[in-house]
């Protein structure tokens, strides 16, 4: 028989899911929040989780997510909730639930779930994303070569990007193999000094600085204090400066600590002769991993990648190689497909009137037809409505007639009214 932790915040539905599955001849440990489940989780290894969703102090779907995101979703789990909706249920299926039970729960349904459940097979955890899947790219060797570096004689590590995302990647190329992996974000409560000894020898992540309210300032400096005596790092990714979190009320003592190394990742954009080559690993990546078919991208296709202007960074880039190779309908992706992926973006940029002309007039000339193109976009963007128009540019509305009609605008019937 099987090893069941059943997780509920009601007494009464702990004791009478316990007294039926004992009854089925199941060995049941009860939980009555989140914090338990963990602390249960990592010393029982349960064979099967019955986890509510609405709880006070965690919800079950956030640590669902914990769970998956900590490689520790080794069980099958049922999520259970009273007040369910299929929007809920596919989230946690997505996730990585293996069923959910709607309460008031039927016998009958309860005993036929379990029984599914425990013959649900889970599948090997995905290895997470490192730059190491990258190391054929110059930009990607050499960052990687320089956190090792600074790693190898810091255990605090501050990470300056526009992107929460390669944050992570870098954190978890750092990660030993088979080691701990703590993410602040996940932690609703106070931290305490058991969930830092169960991150021992392994990395403690933060992922932005800027999105941490107070609660999570303290945790940081909770962990900060007991890194040495646990033998664990901690890398802290931020997309604002120092001064910006100073400014928002961070603690200055604390700032300093975090922010003694600092390491400054690449930003994309700026190194588009390597999108080519990180985009074509990338899909590799994603295929090995099951997450996509096979595909190739040809190389009018990479061009195009590398043309593009890459606004959002790393994960822009993600998902758009991701798009690409779930969309393409055949095996090689061409330049036509990243233009449709990406046309939104393409068609702005085509369509933003150049400065170009402006430099090649005189100075009087190029100022007009900047403010004829200015009230232009205006009076099209208000439907001709004048008053608008004089409320966006900060003109009194003599003065605007007077203005549109010195550069040649016609007003139409709208904008006379």
């Given at each position: 028989m099987a090893h069941i932790l059943v997780v509920d915040d009601e007494i009464g539905i702990r004791e009478l899911l316990s007294e039926i599955l004992a009854d089925e001849g199941h060995s049941v440990w009860l939980a009555e929040n989140a914090t338990a489940a963990r602390r249960i989780r990592g010393e029982k290894r349960p064979d099967l989780v019955l986890l509510d969703i609405w709880m006070p102090d965690t919800d079950g779907i956030s640590l669902l997510k914990e769970w998956a995101a900590n490689g520790q979703l080794t069980m099958p789990v049922v999520m259970m909730s009273g007040h369910g909706t299929i929007d809920t249920a596919v989230e946690a299926t997505r996730i990585g639930a293996a069923d959910f039970l709607e309460k008031p729960i039927a016998l009958q349904k309860l005993l036929a779930t379990v029984k599914k459940a425990l013959k649900h097979e889970m599948a090997p955890a995905k290895a997470p994303l490192t730059l190491d899947a990258f190391t054929r790219s110059p930009l990607i060797k050499d960052l990687k070569k320089r956190l090792e570096q600074a790693a190898a004689k810091t255990p605090v590590l501050m990470l300056k990007s526009a992107s929460s995302a390669i944050a992570e990647l870098c954190a978890r190329s750092l990660q030993p193999p088979h080691s701990p992996w703590l993410d602040l974000a996940t932690v609703s409560g106070p931290l305490t000094q058991e969930m830092l000894q169960k991150a021992a020898g392994g990395i403690v992540f933060v992922a932005d600085l800027a999105g941490m309210g107070k609660l999570q300032q303290m945790n940081l400096a909770f962990a900060l204090d007991r890194l040495e005596k646990n033998n664990a790092m901690l890398v802290c990714g931020t997309t604002k400066p120092v001064t910006a979190l100073a400014d928002a009320g961070w603690d200055n003592a604390l700032l300093v600590r975090i922010a003694e190394v600092w390491l400054a990742l690449p930003q994309l954009a700026a190194h588009g002769d390597e999108i080519p080559e990180i985009a074509s690993l990338l899909l590799t990546h994603l295929a090995e991993r099951g997450e996509v078919p096979m595909r190739r991208l040809s190389v009018s296709a990479l061009n195009a990648l590398r043309m593009h202007?890459?606004?959002?960074?790393?994960?822009?880039?993600?998902?758009?190689?991701?798009?690409?190779?779930?969309?393409?309908?055949?095996?090689?992706?061409?330049?036509?497909?990243?233009?449709?992926?990406?046309?939104?973006?393409?068609?702005?940029?085509?369509?933003?009137?150049?400065?170009?002309?402006?430099?090649?007039?005189?100075?009087?000339?190029?100022?007009d037809e900047f403010e004829r193109l200015y009230f232009e976009h205006h009076l099209k963007l208000e439907s001709g409505n004048m008053t608008r128009v004089a409320e966006k540019s900060g003109l009194e509305r003599t003065h605007l007639y007077r203005k549109l009609k010195q550069l040649g605008i016609q007003i139409g019937r709208r904008g006379e009214e």
């Open positions: 202007r890459w606004q959002g960074d790393w994960p822009e880039l993600q998902a758009a190689v991701k798009n690409l190779a779930l969309t393409a309908l055949e095996d090689e992706i061409l330049a036509e497909d990243v233009g449709r992926v990406l046309q939104s973006e393409v068609r702005e940029a085509s369509e933003a009137p150049t400065l170009l002309p402006f430099f090649e007039q005189p100075l009087r000339d190029a100022r």
